[in-house]
Structures are given as C-alpha cells and as structure tokens.
C-alpha cells in the first residue's frame, strides 16, 4: 500500500507506481467523490478510450429480476 501527503500548497502527490499501473498522465483530470470519510480520485478518460468496449454485448435480458 503507498501513502502520500498534502502539500502546503494543498496538492497530493500520487506515488509513481500508481501512476505507472493506471496509466495516468500529467494534466488528467479527476472526478473526486467523498463516501464515509474517504476522498476517492476517479480518473476521468475520454469517451473515445472506451469505445468497442461492450461491441458484440447483448442489451435485452440484462436485469437480474425475480418479478
């Protein structure tokens, strides 16, 4: 588990081994969500990144119902 701090400057450091495993890059902006006391650091990516993702994927039937 890597630990980082906050700056004076109020900035956080991510840990290159993170950066290197996600794939981050300089500039990426972040959706922060806070959930029970704990600020979690989405990265967002670019529409065009996921495209393909779901190709072949069947929509219908896809809810777990027991109506």
Request: aromatic residues 4%; contains cysteine; proline residues 4%.
């Amino acid at each position: 588990m890597e630990s980082t701090m906050l700056s004076a400057d109020f900035q956080v450091l991510i840990p290159e081994t993170i950066l290197k495993n996600l794939n981050l890059k300089a500039g990426q902006k972040f959706i922060c969500l806070i959930k029970g006391g704990i600020i979690n650091l989405i990265p967002q990516r670019d529409i065009q990144s996921v495209r393909g993702l779901l190709r072949g994927a069947k929509p219908d039937n896809y809810r777990d119902r027991t109506e």
